[in-house]
């Protein structure tokens, strides 16, 4: 069955790091472009980045653009955030998702918290 697993995430201060991956099975991963969406507490879900299937270019929310890294390994399904000088604005739940052509897949889900 196809799966996307999000890991990495947990309680942080406010300027540390934290990396989160996604884990993927079921498919055809290098066919799909990775995304990442977040939904903050009240918020409505906004999409954080996305890379395309080879890794050759990325897009960022605007908010995070110099602080997230988004990157993939092909070889290991596998997708990443990598985030930097977090902020308490960053408390959300993040998700990855799949896509290509039609088909769209979504993970569970992580919590991600920044606060002292």
């Known amino acids: 069955q196809v799966q996307l697993v999000e890991s990495g995430g947990g309680l942080v201060q406010p300027g540390d790091s934290l990396r989160l991956s996604c884990a993927a099975s079921?498919?055809?991963?290098?066919?799909?472009?990775m995304h990442w969406y977040r939904q903050g507490p009240g918020k409505k879900r906004e999409l954080v980045g996305v890379?395309?299937?080879?890794?050759?270019?990325?897009i960022y929310l605007d908010s995070v653009k110099g602080r997230f890294t988004i990157s993939r390994d092909n070889a290991k399904n596998t997708a990443y955030l990598q985030m930097s000088s977090l902020k308490p604005e960053d408390t959300a739940v993040y998700y990855c998702?799949?896509?290509?052509?039609?088909?769209?897949?979504w993970g569970q889900g992580i919590q991600v918290t920044v606060s002292s």
């Open positions: 079921g498919f055809t991963f290098r066919d799909y472009a």
């Open positions: 998702s799949a896509r290509h052509r039609v088909y769209e897949y």
């Open positions: 890379i395309t299937t080879t890794g050759s270019s990325t």
